[in-house]
């Protein structure tokens, strides 16, 4: 049983149904995916910052039990949380947004497994998933990777959270959510809910960086994150190219191994927006 832990608003929407499309055609898998999405209405601060919608899971359902009827894609509020502790904190005005905080709520979801792979929306699997998810995470609360940049600014084995591979029965031990929670309400901290993880971590493994690639794409690459990255040429900038931009996918990445899930992305966003248009 392979368990996934994604969170956002109904933005996320794109981003969910490319990784789980990567997932589903780049892995052998015959047992069961389960999906949890975590997700809240937080539009008193943003117009755009509200739930994922219902609609949107049933079609992601609809999509994801074509691969195999046993597979489960569950949507999980999380609003009462986020206003009761984070309302109004330091980290509010996060680098990315609020939705970025609240898998710090894990240990309070009762339905979620002891183990379940995170990841952020922008993120697609280039080789099976079971290379990562069966990593032997029972001495530790969690594995990641290091960070592309971070490896070099700030410290040798600082990690990503982009990719975590969660061990919530040893996390709930330890309450690294609960001291996480806290910094994230008394401090302001620089990358939010990524440095309140870090700095509440007791004992984390350290995975290759192809499992949680942000610059590049090798053969042996399983992760390949679409997140903000350095670009030299023709002039020093950043770009925030996401996997479900198609066209600058090819043109600035020269990527066209996707090609197959990226195709079936379109169809299936078309699909969708008709549906939802009543066409």
Same mark, same amino acid.
């Given at each position: &049983? ?15 149904? *490319? ?20 997700? &809240?209405?937080?539009?008193? /601060?943003?117009?755009?910052?509200? $739930? ?26 999380? *609003?009462?949380?986020? &206003? ?39 993120? &697609? ?5 079971? /290379? ?14 290091r960070d592309h940049y971070g490896k070099y600014l700030i410290h040798p084995h600082y990690i990503n959270a982009g990719v975590l591979l969660f061990n919530l029965k040893e996390m709930k031990k330890t309450?690294?959510?609960e001291k996480a929670r806290q910094f994230i309400k008394t401090k302001k901290l620089v990358f939010a809910d990524q440095s309140a993880l870090i700095r509440s971590t007791t004992k984390?493994?350290?995975? $290759? ?11 042996? *690459? ?58």
């Amino acid at each position: &049983m392979i368990n996934i832990l994604f969170a956002g608003n109904k933005g996320v929407f794109d981003g969910i149904l *490319t990784c789980t499309l990567s997932i589903l055609k780049r892995s052998e898998l015959e047992e069961q995916v389960n999906i949890y999405v975590l997700t &809240m209405d937080v539009s008193h /601060l943003k117009d755009s910052y509200v $739930p994922i919608e219902d609609k949107q899971i049933a079609f992601l359902e609809s999509v994801i039990k074509e691969y195999n009827p046993l597979n489960t894609i569950t949507k999980i509020d999380v *609003t009462d949380f986020y &206003m009761e502790d984070f309302s109004g904190c330091p980290n509010e005005g996060a680098y990315c947004s609020p939705y970025t905080l609240i898998r710090l709520f894990a240990d309070k979801i009762d339905i979620l497994p002891d183990k379940i792979l995170w990841l952020d929306a922008d993120i &697609m699997f280039n080789r099976d998933i079971r /290379l990562l998810y069966d990593i032997d995470v029972s001495d530790y609360e969690y594995a990641a990777a290091r960070d592309h940049y971070g490896k070099y600014l700030i410290h040798p084995h600082y990690i990503n959270a982009g990719v975590l591979l969660f061990n919530l029965k040893e996390m709930k031990k330890t309450g690294i959510f609960e001291k996480a929670r806290q910094f994230i309400k008394t401090k302001k901290l620089v990358f939010a809910d990524q440095s309140a993880l870090i700095r509440s971590t007791t004992k984390r493994k350290l995975l $290759p960086q192809r499992f949680n690639d942000q610059k590049f794409l090798h053969k042996h *690459t399983v992760v390949r994150h679409f997140s903000k990255r350095l670009f030299w040429l023709p002039y020093p900038h950043t770009a925030n190219i996401k996997q479900w931009h198609v066209s600058q996918v090819h043109k600035v990445f020269h990527y066209y191994v996707f090609d197959d899930i990226l195709y079936e992305y379109i169809y299936l966003k078309e699909k969708y927006e008709r549906e939802s248009s009543g066409q």
